[in-house]
């Protein structure tokens, strides 16, 4: 899971241009496979089988050094990413986090195929965990309007805004059940740990917080061993 991408900032949001290729390409060396979201999907409704040593390669929030700085490294590489889009800010900036940063517009987001598939990342970027199923409900269907407004294709998968999920069981359910109406396949929380196959729950993918300021190691650990205490 991957925020951001600067020429030469580095902060747990920010990952500079030469650590993300660097990162990049250590899994291609070390024979980690990109597949993408629609392969994922149909591993799970198909029973479709996934490379070996399967990796995910994801983006929040849909900023626009993504298309600057990601894109021309991805295409080098030969990659496909994931781009989770939070609908009420396109075009607009991180609202949520004090504007800091420009988000994609409409047509930023379509100069991003085929290289990144888009994917959803809530309507308003509220924390999931601290809303009512009613509002969650409504969320997620103004999520999918507004994403189907676009008209740019994109896969029917989720992330939760800051991995966050109601704590109660039942509400957690009945979110998952709204999910699963929406016609919503998977769901990515962060937790930082490695997925084992086959998943128990399609709304609980668990993904690695990748940052600026964290070493190389700690991203070879990260990718071995998931978790690290
Ligand atoms: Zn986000």
Same mark, same amino acid.
Request: with cysteine.
């Given at each position: 899971?991957?925020?951001? %991408?600067?020429?030469?900032?580095?902060?747990?949001?920010?990952?500079?241009?030469?650590?993300?290729?660097?990162?990049?390409?250590?899994?291609?060396?070390?024979?980690?496979?990109?597949?993408?979201?629609?392969?994922?999907?149909?591993?799970?409704?198909?029973?479709?089988?996934?490379?070996?040593?399967?990796?995910?390669?994801?983006?929040?929030?849909?900023?626009?050094?993504? &298309?600057?700085?990601? &894109?021309?490294? &991805?295409?080098?590489?030969?990659?496909?990413?994931?781009?989770?889009?939070?609908?009420?800010?396109?075009?607009?900036?991180?609202?949520?986090?004090?504007?800091?940063?420009?988000?994609?517009?409409?047509?930023?987001?379509?100069?991003?195929?085929?290289?990144?598939?888009?994917?959803?990342?809530?309507?308003?970027?509220?924390?999931?965990?601290?809303?009512?199923?009613?509002?969650?409900?409504?969320?997620?269907?103004?999520?999918?309007?507004?994403?189907?407004?676009?008209?740019?294709?994109?896969?029917?998968?989720?992330?939760?805004?800051?991995?966050?999920?109601?704590?109660?069981?039942?509400?957690?359910?009945?979110?998952?059940?709204?999910?699963?109406?929406?016609? %919503?396949?998977?769901?990515?929380?962060?937790?930082?740990?490695?997925?084992?196959?086959?998943?128990?729950?399609?709304?609980?993918?668990?993904?690695?917080?990748?940052?600026?300021?964290?070493?190389?190691?700690?991203?070879?650990?990260?990718?071995?061993?998931?978790?690290?205490?």
């Amino acid at each position: 899971m991957f925020h951001k %991408i600067d020429p030469e900032r580095q902060d747990p949001l920010t990952v500079s241009v030469q650590q993300f290729e660097q990162r990049l390409q250590w899994l291609i060396d070390h024979n980690y496979q990109p597949i993408t979201l629609k392969q994922l999907v149909a591993s799970i409704d198909q029973k479709q089988s996934l490379p070996a040593r399967p990796v995910l390669i994801t983006f929040d929030d849909a900023y626009v050094n993504n &298309l600057t700085y990601a &894109l021309p490294v &991805l295409q080098r590489l030969n990659l496909t990413a994931v781009l989770f889009v939070p609908t009420a800010f396109v075009g607009q900036c991180n609202q949520w986090d004090g504007c800091t940063e420009p988000l994609m517009t409409t047509e930023q987001l379509k100069q991003l195929a085929p290289t990144f598939e888009l994917a959803l990342h809530s309507h308003q970027h509220l924390n999931y965990k601290t809303l009512s199923i009613s509002d969650i409900q409504a969320d997620l269907t103004q999520n999918i309007t507004a994403c189907n407004a676009l008209e740019i294709p994109y896969v029917r998968a989720f992330a939760y805004p800051y991995g966050g999920r109601p704590k109660d069981p039942a509400t957690k359910r009945a979110m998952q059940d709204a999910m699963q109406q929406a016609g %919503i396949r998977l769901a990515f929380r962060i937790g930082n740990r490695l997925n084992r196959f086959p998943v128990n729950n399609r709304f609980e993918w668990q993904r690695l917080d990748i940052r600026g300021t964290d070493s190389m190691a700690r991203f070879v650990r990260q990718i071995r061993f998931g978790k690290l205490i």
